[in-house]
């Protein structure tokens, strides 16, 4: 079937170790997620039950769906991706559908992951059910709880989802047996903006003046997507000069960039 608001990636293509500062969160994803769908067998026998699904849940660009999508990658799992805002379809009954063919293909390219972004669009508490806006949303969420508790805990197929608003989320998504694992993926400190910052370095043409413990110190408050743009932008300035390296004095540039787009964003988040 044509399933809209959806993208499949056999295979993405990315490793555990392209994800700067979330070693623990890593780890803890490997353990409930990718040896289950790899060694089913090692759970039953020692009677462990794995998580079905799990949260993960922090502010933007802190690689939350980076993360999934290493998940799948090294678990050798079909992933499956879709944005829970555009499952709120046009039409009555439009966004349940959408859901049941998300999980019918899940169920055909396993192993698979389903990646459920930006879960609280609908996994919202609602207090008032008034529009029929809001009661087709909580049919979608209900079809997606009906659907998570259609699965097995060592079936071959996995949900993960992710939000910003953990605050906000319906008490009902989180029960046993259905999100019961919440992760959470923070901004990164110190080292961690260190280690993403080596990431995104080691690939760059960079020159002696370049000091990364300064760089991490400076960008206090960056997401790892900000931390990788601060190092596009800084490219981008010494293309811009014609120069053939990149040296601290782009970074610096950069960062002058990056604060006054960041500050004009804030004030029209406001
Ligand atoms: P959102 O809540 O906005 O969906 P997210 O947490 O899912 O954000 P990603 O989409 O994974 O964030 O991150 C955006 C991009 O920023 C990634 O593709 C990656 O290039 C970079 N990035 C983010 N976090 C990290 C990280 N910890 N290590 C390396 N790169 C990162």
Redesign the pocket.
């Known amino acids: 079937p044509l399933v809209r608001s959806m993208e499949v990636i056999e295979r993405p293509n ?1 490793k555990y170790s ?5 070693d623990q969160q890593i780890q803890e994803v490997r353990e409930v997620i990718e040896l289950p769908l790899k060694k089913p067998d090692l759970f039953k026998e020692l009677g462990i039950i794995p998580p079905k699904g799990i949260l ?1 849940y ?12 290493a998940v799948a990658s090294e678990s050798n799992a079909s992933f499956i991706h879709v944005v829970a805002s555009e499952f709120a379809q046009k039409f009555v009954g439009e966004g349940a559908r959408v859901v049941r063919d998300v999980f019918e293909l899940a169920r055909k390219k396993a192993p698979s992951i389903v990646f459920i ?2 879960i609280d669009a609908i996994g919202a508490k609602r207090i008032d059910l008034g529009t029929s806006g809001e009661r087709e949303v909580q049919r979608t969420l209900m079809q997606l709880l009906a659907e998570i508790d259609g699965f097995q805990p060592l079936d071959n197929v996995k949900i993960i989802a ?3 608003r953990i605050d906000i989320l319906d008490p009902a998504l989180l029960r046993p047996g259905r999100f019961d694992r919440l992760i959470e ?1 923070p901004l ?1 400190n110190i080292e ?1 903006r260190k ?2 910052l080596k ?2 370095l080691q690939k760059m043409k960079i020159d002696a003046s370049v000091n990364i413990d300064e760089l991490a110190l400076i960008t206090e408050g960056f ?7 601060l190092c596009t932008e800084a490219g981008y300035i010494a293309i811009r000069e014609d120069s053939k390296i990149i040296k601290m004095a782009h970074f610096r540039l950069a960062m002058e960039r990056l604060r006054t787009k960041k500050l004009s964003k804030d004030v029209i988040d406001r």
Do not use: F, H
């Open positions: 990315v392209e994800i700067g500062g979330l993960l922090g502010p933007p660009g802190t690689g939350k769906t980076m993360l999934a999508k972004d930006e992710a939000t910003n993926i990164p961690g280690q993403i990431i995104y997401s790892g997507a900000d931390v990788k743009n």
